[in-house]
């Protein structure tokens, strides 16, 4: 008995050892509905988009899915409005005080960030080395919240400290 709840201790310190990544919120596309005062900006999809995830311009002008691990796509212009395919016109919610993201948002947690995944949007605790860090949103309740994406001030690549 004594053995075992020495290797109990000893998982427990283990698992305490990891770092805490949640998953992505998990957007449904048909529930992503902007607010009535959201600002938008048009442009044309350089790539197959859905409703909800997060975009950026590419070097040809084009909106692709943003990726919070690659220099050249992490400044997030805003979030897709609806889905399109390379070529089509994209509707592009760069700012919103009242969005339904069609995700179960965290009141723990309300922060979110441009994922590694790209187009996702991930809660803060995802951050991590190699990443630059973006501001998406702030959940005012499980099902809204406020949209103004925001590199932080200075932004580079996390590192480990």
Known sequence: MKNLLRSLV??????????????????????FVPGARAKYVHGTAGAT???????????????????????????????AAHGASSGQPLAIVVEDDDLTLGATLSMVAPVYVLSSTAGGIAPTADI???????VLLIAKSTTKCILKPRAIQGTAAATGS
């Open 128 to 134: 991590s080395v190699g990443e630059y860090p973006v």
């Open 49 to 79: 988009i859905t409703a909800g995830q997060a975009v950026t311009l590419n070097a040809a002008g084009k909106y692709v899915l943003a990726d919070a691990d690659d220099a050249a796509l992490y400044e997030v212009e805003g979030i």
């Open 10 to 31: 000893l998982l427990a310190a283990a698992f305490a050892a990891l770092p805490l990544v949640a998953a992505d919120l998990s957007v449904t596309p048909a529930s």
